[in-house]
């Protein structure tokens, strides 16, 4: 929501007060542009610093890409609360967290592709249950 307004503040500034930058030389328009983008170039000298410290950190901040953690023991009486909402996740992650991807030779692909991580770092133990439900999710979600 704040990017959108963002936007739309730059959008507006742009469209009104748009003339007086016509007699900006092209190297400080430059110099604006490079200045605004200070942030990204600080997030990109962090992906080596997560690559090697914490990759799921990683993962977060890479778009189509959803992480689903649990970090206790699943077995029958909380596979299927568990599975369901992972179902949930993989049904919301499809709908706004969705990466577009393109084919070979550019050329777009059926629809927008989604990744589910599921962290189990945490899961001691899964009970023959909880096993035959993630099974059933896995095929689910390989249907989608």
Request: hydrophobic share 50%; glycine share 6%.
């Amino acid at each position: 929501m704040s990017a959108l307004v963002s936007a739309l503040l730059m959008l507006v500034i742009l469209l009104k007060i748009g003339a007086l930058f016509e007699q900006l030389p092209k190297a400080v328009l430059a110099v604006i542009i490079l200045v605004n983008l200070q942030g990204i170039f600080a997030q990109v000298k962090d992906v080596p610093v997560l690559w090697s410290s914490d990759r799921i950190d990683l993962a977060r901040q890479i778009p189509g890409v959803t992480i689903f953690s649990f970090s206790n023991p699943i077995y029958y009486a909380n596979s299927d609360p568990y599975f369901s909402s992972v179902r949930e996740v993989i049904q919301r992650g499809l709908e706004e967290n969705a990466c577009p991807t393109e084919g070979p030779a550019g050329q777009q692909t059926e629809g927008p592709q989604h990744c589910v991580i599921l962290e189990f770092s945490g899961v001691s133990f899964m009970d023959s249950v909880a096993v035959n439900k993630l099974r059933t999710v896995e095929v689910a979600a390989s249907e989608v």
